[in-house]
């Protein structure tokens, strides 16, 4: 939805400056270019291509539905709090398993339970937004096809708000520049 108002508001403003629709830059949010990259180029990086995804109402209710499955009261622990774990996690590049060493009780709770929702995901063909991020990254690391035909199209990476940018959005960045460094 972010995506589409910005290409909009974008193409928009360079409509004005006589800029035609064929010209036009392709314009999107890293989660809304992991849709996009993961539709394209799934199949190639071993990943689905066909996929739900899912928004954070879908998320809580999964996490939820894990901990009931594991014999938990969703009450006594909160599935957004337990999101919120995950995702902080997911973002810094860990894995379920990094948490079961955690000191932290919950942390080590967060683990099991993202391990039990992973599954349910990969049931469904389900993946949440940090999957969209997560998979890109991995899609452009490590298929050379994906990264050449998207170097080749895009010679110019233009990030708003770049301070706002964390590593794994960094990495899709400069996998997307590659040698030209235009970024």
């Known amino acids: 939805k972010a995506a589409k108002e910005m290409r909009e508001r974008a193409i928009e403003l360079l409509k004005k400056s006589g800029l035609t629709s064929d010209r036009a830059p392709f314009i999107s949010t890293f989660h809304s270019l992991g849709v996009f990259l993961l539709r394209r180029f799934g199949a190639y990086g071993g990943k689905i291509k066909r ?3 899912l928004d954070d109402s879908d998320t809580n209710s999964l996490i939820k539905e894990s901990l009931q499955g594991m014999g938990l009261d969703p009450k006594a622990n909160d599935p ?3 999101k919120s774990i995950i995702s902080r996690c997911a973002n810094a590049l860990q894995a ?3 948490l079961t060493s955690e000191s932290n009780p919950t942390y080590r709770l967060a683990g099991r339970v993202w391990q039990v929702y992973k599954q349910h995901k990969e049931k469904q063909h389900a993946l949440d937004f940090d999957d969209l991020i997560l998979q890109s990254v991995d899609l452009l690391e490590k298929n050379k096809e994906a990264r050449t035909w998207c170097q080749a199209t ?3 990476i233009h990030i708003d708000e ?7 959005q960094y990495r ?5 520049a590659g040698e030209r460094k235009n970024l």
Request: glycine residues 0%; without cysteine; hydrophobic residues 40%.
């Open 51 to 53: 996929f739900t995804i």
């Open 80 to 82: 957004r709090a337990i």
């Open 96 to 98: 379920p398993e990094d």
């Open 154 to 156: 895009w010679h110019y």
């Open 162 to 168: 770049y301070q706002d940018t964390n590593e794994v």
């Open 172 to 176: 899709i960045a400069r996998a997307l």
